[in-house]
Structure formats: C-alpha cells, structure tokens
C-alpha cells in the first residue's frame, strides 16, 4: 500500500460531523477555487512555505540546501527545483521555513487517529476525512476507512464531489457519512471560477443519493459568487427535484489568502467584495428556507 500524504491532523473536532472527530487533511485538490481556505492543500505534493516575516536573512537556509532550490527575495524558494526534501528547515535559526506535507501509512495513521478512541465512544463521534480532495489518494483512504471500521471508529467523508466514480464506489459502504460541497451551478461560470467543470460533481452526488448514502450538502457563501440570487435558485432546485430538504451553509473568511504568497502559488488572492459575512449568511439561508430547505450553519 502506497503511503497518503497528509497536511493536517486536527483532534477534538466538532464542526466535521457528529461527536468529538479527528479530522484528517489530504493534500491534493483537482479545483482551484480562489476563495480557497487551506491553499497548502492543493498541491498532490509535499512543498515548503516560506514566512517572510520571520526571515533574518542569514543564509543558513541557502547554505543547507543540496538543490540550489533556496534564494533572496520575496518567495525564497525556487519552486521548479526543490523536492522538499526539508533539510533547510532546520537550518532556519527563526522558523521561517516549514513543510507542509508529510507521508503517513495506514496504520501510522491509524494508530494517530486511535490516540483520541476514548472520545468518540462517549461522544459518538469518530474520523473525518477532509482536504484538499481526499478522493485523489482513494485506494488509501479506502484502506484506511476499512481499517478504521474494522476498529470500531467511523468514518465520515468531505468532498468536493470531482472524483471518478467508478473508483470511488467499491468504497462507498465504509463511509458513515458525505459531506458534499455545492458552489457555482452554471456549468459555464463553475468552470471560468474554480477551473473545472461541475457535470461530473453533480452526477456523482445524484449517484449517492441513488445509491443511499448519507449525504448532508453544504455550500460556502461567497459574496457575489455563490449568494446571487441565480446560483440559489439553482441550487434551490437541484436539491429540491431530489427531495433532499436540508442544506448547511459555510461562512466565508479570508483566512486563506496570507497563505499564498507563502507557498509561491501561482493564483491570485481572492478578490471578490468583501460585503457584510454575516449578512450573505443571513440572506442566502432566507432564500434557501423560503424555497423550503432546512438550513443549517
């Protein structure tokens, strides 16, 4: 079994699913959403991020790197040649250097995620697997969730919906639960934003409710992208010709943006309006109740 590779594990979760979770972040994602919250998870690869800072500029980290990969200026790390083999990591007297990313087996994992099993029992809790898009390392998360089960610990699912499903449903079972990301509708205006198109997502969440599955739809609300009122009309219907009445609402924050400049990423921070959070919120689970949706958040 070929290792995952992970950038988070979060213990004592409680926005992930029911009961005290651990949450488990994959690297790797195939969107490109510019309001990306975790941009250290889009690359299927392990990388350095550079935070400027906290640089002192003392050389220790172009001394210690065997690649040339670690220069002067603003992203300190030329992309295209370093493997992210880490050793300037150390070398940094101030931390200005880290690796997002690391390899994990199964049942490294395992044992992680089995530090904190006495919560989930008494919480009827358990693991979320989160990213990133989990999906793109399936036949590990696969092993890992039979693992998991076979434990006694559940295990829920977070995804963007942009998978093959063909390699997603022999696993399907050995998940409690799918959280299931909705964003743009338009298939038009999904592709132009995020950098995808949206068929395949939306065939594979009428796929799983077809097939049975928990799924429980969210949708972040981003000012002037998912909160038009076209887009909730839309997803108004699609959720409603399927009868499912419920969808969650994720706030949008920033937080995402102070990261890129620290990874080197190649898109721009986002620039949507700023607008009022609190009031998106607000309107967008008025529209979605109005149209008959029990809305959560």
Same mark, same amino acid.
């Given at each position: ?10 213990? !004592? ?31 299927? +690869? ?20 065997? =690649? ?25 007297? !101030? ?9 994990? /087996? ?22 979320? *697997? ?18 998991? &089960? ?25 998940f409690e639960f799918v959280h299931f990301d909705l964003k743009l509708m338009d298939p038009d205006a999904h592709r132009a934003v995020v950098g995808a198109d949206n068929r395949t997502i939306l065939?594979?969440?009428? =796929? ?5 599955? /928990? ?22 219907? !699609? ?8 969808? +969650?609402?994720?706030? +949008? +924050? &920033? ?32 529209? *979605? ?9």
């Amino acid at each position: 079994m070929k290792d995952g590779l992970v950038f988070d594990v979060q213990r !004592f979760s409680v926005h992930d699913g029911p009961g005290i979770r651990t949450t488990v972040f994959f690297k790797g994602c195939p969107l490109r959403c510019p309001w990306c919250q975790n941009p250290e998870s889009l690359r299927p +690869h392990a990388e350095i991020a550079f935070y400027a800072d906290r640089c002192r500029d003392t050389g220790d980290c172009r001394a210690a790197c065997p =690649r040339d990969a670690v220069q002067g200026g603003a992203d300190r790390i030329v992309r295209e040649r370093c493997d992210a083999c880490a050793l300037c990591v150390p070398a940094c007297p !101030f931390g200005a250097l880290q690796k997002v990313g690391r390899n994990v /087996s199964v049942d490294g994992l395992l044992e992680e995620v089995m530090r904190d099993r006495s919560f989930y029992g008494c919480s009827e809790g358990g693991v979320t *697997l989160s990213g990133g898009e989990p999906t793109m390392q399936m036949e590990f998360i696969g092993e890992f969730a039979r693992r998991c &089960r076979d434990s006694g610990v559940g295990v829920g699912l977070q995804t963007c919906g942009a998978f093959r499903w063909e390699a997603f449903a022999p696993y399907l079972t050995l998940f409690e639960f799918v959280h299931f990301d909705l964003k743009l509708m338009d298939p038009d205006a999904h592709r132009a934003v995020v950098g995808a198109d949206n068929r395949t997502i939306l065939a594979n969440a009428q =796929r799983l409710l077809e097939a049975g599955a /928990s799924v429980l739809f969210r949708m972040p609300v981003i000012p002037g992208y998912t909160d038009t009122g076209e887009n909730l009309c839309d997803v108004a219907s !699609f959720l409603g010709e399927r009868r499912v009445g419920r969808i +969650h609402l994720l706030a +949008h +924050h &920033r937080m995402g943006e102070s990261k890129l400049a620290r990874l080197g990423f190649p898109i721009p921070a986002f620039s949507g309006p700023t607008g009022d959070g609190p009031a998106a919120m607000a309107g967008a689970a008025e529209f *979605l109740r109005s149209r008959g949706l029990e809305v959560t958040s």
